[in-house]
């Protein structure tokens, strides 16, 4: 399985940017982004099942980021609305084959290589 990541750039605060994850291989249950800011560990962002009914984010993006996934494409979304100076960072995809969306890094298998997102204030 590979995760080729994508649609970063340098945006100013408030604008909005959407990530794109294409996953190659075999579909998993479990897609999820994580970001990971200079000097601090990456952190879990934003998961989906595979039928894209269950989500759960991290509480600093709630009601401005929206994880989604097309299946038959095998590529999962990140829209991020609103975005803040402090969103900075390498935002990564991630998956894992088993159910359930966690926020542990050490459960998922499968990282993309990684795309970088600024925001300017």
């Known amino acids: 399985v590979q995760l080729q990541a994508s649609g970063g750039g340098l945006v100013q605060a408030g604008d909005s940017l959407r990530l794109s994850c294409a996953a190659s291989?075999?579909?998993?249950?479990?897609m999820a982004w994580f970001r990971q800011a200079p000097g601090k560990e990456r952190e879990f962002v934003a998961g989906?099942?595979?039928?894209?009914?269950?989500?759960d984010y991290v509480e600093s993006v709630k009601g401005r980021f929206f994880i989604s996934r097309e299946i038959n494409k095998n590529v999962v979304y990140l829209q991020m609305n609103s975005l803040k100076p402090e969103d900075t960072a390498v935002y990564y995809c991630?998956?894992?084959?088993?159910?359930?969306?966690?926020?542990?890094?050490?459960?998922?298998?499968?990282w993309g290589q990684g795309t970088l997102v600024t925001v300017s204030s």
């Open positions: 291989g075999r579909t998993l249950s479990t």
């Open positions: 991630a998956a894992k084959p088993k159910t359930g969306i966690t926020s542990s890094r050490a459960e998922y298998l499968y």
């Open positions: 989906i099942n595979l039928s894209g009914v269950r989500r």
